[in-house]
Each structure stands twice: as structure tokens, then as C-alpha cells.
């Protein structure tokens, strides 16, 4: 990050200080993805580690980029694995956010029934190993190829325990013909990813 151009390209907000001094711990610099224009930019100025949006119902953002990230050897973090929480499956098709929560922008209208509605195809997921939806989302991104690790946002401690209990024993978190199996639920609910 030598040029004042590269410090005006990274995105920075809602980095929490505990995140911030492990990537300073492991002398590592972070560079968060959301925008087409910045890919680029980011990657030829030798971002060693990049963080992006993926989750089961949004993987575009990574899979856009991601023969560019695997020839410039940069490692992947996702974030957003429980799409703001809707991957929980606890959200009712009327679910309301409060005034200035950031998912009613997101979600406009009947946005949100729509999505709960998709989760349905997710829902088979459930079962054997995979005990509740957030442990089928998180194993969705842990079982990709190319993406390193997940960023998670917890509120509480509770949550981050509910998590990891959830998401124990070796990879593959899940099986290719569950994995297949999905893309072809998806596919007919209606999903764009």
C-alpha cells in the first residue's frame, strides 16, 4: 500500500479493531470486494488476501473473479455467509426491520417473502451432520474450492458457539451430490445467484 490511490480504493468500513489487529498480527493486508471497478485496481497493487460477499444465494461477486484471484494465487474470504441473517432460516415471510437497518434498503416491497420462500431449496440440506440452516450455509462456503475461510458476524458469544459446534469434522463440510443436488433446487425455486 505504497500509493495514496490504493488507500483510497480500500473499503474499510465495519472492519471491527479484533479482525483489523489479526491481519496486523499476521502482517497481512485485507482488501474488501464489493465493487466491479476496484477488482482490478486492487489486485495488480498485490492484494495478498481479498474478502467478498458469497453465500449460498449470492455467489456471483466470487465466481465473476474468481480465475483471476486463483492466477494471482490471492487468498479468499467470505463474508455475508448468512446473507444478514435470512440464511438462519428463522426469518417469517413478513419479517420487518427496524428504521435504518440497512436490509430494508436490501430488501425493499416483498423482497423478503420472496427469499423465504427460496429457502426452501435450501432447507434439504438439513439433516445427518448438518443440524440447522446457518450450519448449512457456513458448510456451503466452506465447501467451496477457492475460498479460504468466512468471515462471521455474530452479535453474541452464544452465536459464534452455535456455529462452530454446528460446523465440526473435516472437509468436505458437504458432499458433492448434496452440493449438486442444491444447485438443481435452486435452480427451480427461481434463484438468481
Known sequence: REDAAVDELIVSEGRSSVLSAI???LDLVVFPIGVAEVEDELLDHGAEVVSLPYNILQVQPYRSIKAKLEAKQVGVL?????????LTGRWAPNKDFAYGDH????W???AVAQRVRQLEAIRPLVSG??????????RFVLSQEGIHGAILGPKFA????????ECTGDPPYLSEPKLNAL???LEHWGVER
Not at 436490509?103 to 436490501?106: A, W
Not at 451432520?129 to 457456513?138: F, G, H, I, Y
Open 108 to 110: 425493499p416491497n416483498n
Open 183 to 185: 444447485e438443481g433446487r
Open 103 to 106: 436490509r430494508m434498503d436490501r
Open 129 to 138: 451432520d448438518v443440524p440447522t440452516m446457518r450450519s448449512a450455509a457456513l
Open 23 to 25: 491481519f496486523e498480527e
Open 158 to 165: 452464544a452465536q459464534l458457539d452455535q456455529l462452530v459446534r
Open 78 to 86: 467470505a463474508h455475508s455467509t448468512l446473507f444478514y441473517g435470512l
